[in-house]
């Protein structure tokens, strides 16, 4: 049997919840669900971090974002480390980046893993700027609205789609692999008619308006931040309207490329992945976006859809699985050996039977400790009220660990109370149980089995030996160049 090509098509803030193969009625995501009918769709599958470039980098390398320091916007895989495009291309495969972002890779190492990156059609506009003045509620709920026009814009998204096309237009020679890492349907919220006019805010689900018993204190403070007590349910029905239309554009974009593979000969060799970074409050707790230690459910599921040569059509698996399980299952299937430790767990066996199960827990971490101040994010424009938030109280971007079981939500917080979640009776989260007495054992327990995860995965030792004695020139070394 070939090598199998590989096509992962990745939204950005994309919610599990927000997909109809994952269960909701009210939004439109035919291509989604189609390739959900034809492949497997995980319904306990969770990213690793709530925040992209952590969550993107974890994926390439199989590490968690604290095991080499990748825990924020800024510290990117390098050349010297691993990363499954790297891995792909020297094992032979044809490697693509349509629309290569900046967020991924360290500078050099998009050229060490990919034989082509970029666009070959250009975006022509990025999107229309804020639409309502600054500091009203729907400037800091990051809501734009409806684009002008009737034409699909060409942005960064459908530049990136064009450019998947074009690229497998050409037919390349396998085995060969494609990523296509979309913006949409992060923020701001902004979108096309035609997607827009699909809904009506009456007919979406409503938003989590409790703010719930026992979250942790970044909830107040970003409500109280960026004033989003101000918006009406009128608003927040439209903010998520657009967030559905958002969703639907993605959506179509992947047609079109499901499309050209189709038109290649080559669909019935290929994996046709489709999952996210990470999720979007959307209104919920009365938040928008993400925040660097929120470990909320509606950041943290990953709407992971496998599809393809050796995975069983129409079906669902159940056993928790996390970002880093991603590229030793690519490797495997890829038939590439891998030469670095790592902490994924390959679903290759869970392809061909979904009742089997590779983990009980997921894990999920982010934050930072009161002295990275200098590492926390700086922005302006519509993002400087949530990054001025965290230079102003760096405690609300503590770091944490979510323990996800099959029952609960356990969450160890550096500088704040714990949560527990029974999420039998609380499938989102909204009431923290941790100050219940007859909790105390389980949370023993929780927080023993959160300690054990973070001591066997706080490093690696690097496969590549060095010399014990290696020979030290004598005298001064003051003009010594390696």
């Not at 600054?134 to 450019?163: I, K, M, N, Q």
């Not at 470990?295 to 079906?315: C, E, F, H, Y």
């Not at 690519?330 to 590779?358: M, Q």
Request: net charge negative; aromatic share 10%; proline share 8%.
């Amino acid at each position: 049997m070939p090598r199998p090509n590989i096509l992962m098509v990745m939204p950005d803030q994309q919610r599990a919840d927000c997909i109809g193969a994952f269960g909701n009625p009210s939004i439109l995501t035919p291509n989604i669900d189609a390739l959900a009918g034809r492949g497997m769709t995980f319904t306990n599958a969770y990213v690793n971090h709530p925040v992209c470039s952590p969550s993107r980098v974890n994926f390439m390398t199989g590490w968690y974002p604290h095991t080499r320091g990748h825990r924020t916007l800024t510290h990117l895989i390098q050349p010297h480390e691993p990363n499954l495009l790297r891995y792909l291309k020297d094992g032979g495969y044809q490697v693509a980046w349509a629309g290569a972002r900046g967020d991924v890779f360290a500078p050099g190492v998009t050229e060490l893993s990919t034989h082509f990156s970029g666009f070959t059609t250009p975006p022509k506009k990025m999107g229309m700027g804020p639409q309502h003045p600054v500091g009203s509620p729907l400037y800091d709920a990051f809501y734009h609205g409806l684009r002008p026009g009737e034409e699909t814009w060409l942005d960064f998204d459908e530049a990136c789609t064009r450019t998947a096309i074009d690229w497998l237009s050409q037919k390349p020679k396998g085995p060969w692999c494609l990523w296509a890492p979309l913006i949409f349907p992060h923020l701001p919220f902004e979108v096309e008619r035609q997607w827009y006019d699909l809904y009506s805010p009456g007919d979406l689900p409503k938003r989590i308006e409790a703010p719930g018993a026992g979250k942790p204190q970044f909830h107040h403070a970003v409500r109280q931040k960026l004033g989003t007590d101000r918006l009406t349910e009128d608003d927040w029905q439209e903010i998520r309207r657009v967030y559905y239309a958002m969703i639907s554009r993605v959506d179509h974009q992947l047609g079109r490329i499901l499309e050209a593979l189709q038109r290649t000969g080559e669909a019935d060799n290929t994996l046709v992945l489709y999952f996210t970074d990470h999720g979007e409050y959307a209104g919920d707790f009365g938040l928008v976006e993400k925040w660097p230690s929120g470990l909320d459910r509606s950041l943290l599921q990953n709407p992971l859809i496998i599809a393809g040569p050796g995975v069983k059509p129409n079906t669902t698996a159940t056993t928790f699985t996390e970002m880093v399980d991603l590229m030793p299952t690519l490797l495997d299937l890829a038939d590439v050996k891998v030469t670095h430790t790592h902490f994924g767990r390959s679903l290759v066996n869970v392809l061909s039977d979904p009742k089997t199960s590779i983990r009980e827990a997921a894990f999920s971490e982010g934050g930072f400790a009161s002295d990275e101040l200098n590492l926390l994010e700086a922005a302006k424009g519509e993002y400087a009220n949530k990054a001025n938030l965290q230079h102003e109280q760096p405690s609300l971007v503590g770091r944490a660990i979510a323990m996800r079981t099959k029952q609960y939500t356990y969450i160890y917080r550096l500088y704040e109370s714990d949560e527990l979640y029974d999420r039998s009776g609380d499938p989102n989260e909204t009431k923290n149980l941790i100050g219940q007495s007859d909790h105390k054992e389980l949370i023993s327990d929780l927080k023993s089995q959160v300690l054990e995860w973070l001591f066997s995965t706080a490093d690696v030792i690097p496969w590549k030996a060095d010399p014990r004695f290696p020979k030290v020139s004598q005298g001064s070394h003051d003009t010594f160049a390696p």
